[in-house]
């Protein structure tokens, strides 16, 4: 199976403003750093509601940063996730330069209390 070629990461917006800050973006997943981790959680955009539902359930606002691929000097890995299940999500072993982020998608929560994908995607 080919894998998309849009990275998408799920950041809180506190997160973002202090990478903007930095000039890189150091949060793997909530309350997780790379160097927590090892790596940075990311997800293709088939991916992001049932990721955004399951850690991100009690938060009323996210940010989508979409990552340029070839803008990221660290290695990218596509493996499964933390579940062991057959999903693959893609790791980026190291810190992701603000200048990767080629857009930004701010994300609220639905009237229904869901995470759906936006429709500005």
Known sequence: MNEPDELLHIALPDDWTAARAAGEYRVSTRDRTLDDEG???????????????????????LVLLHLEPELIEAEIRVEPGDDGGDERFPHIYGPIPTAAVVATTWWDRDDDGMWHKPVTM
């Open 39 to 61: 790596f940075v959680h990311c997800s293709y955009p088939g991916q992001i509601e049932a990721v955004a539902n399951r850690f991100f359930a009690d938060v009323a606002e």
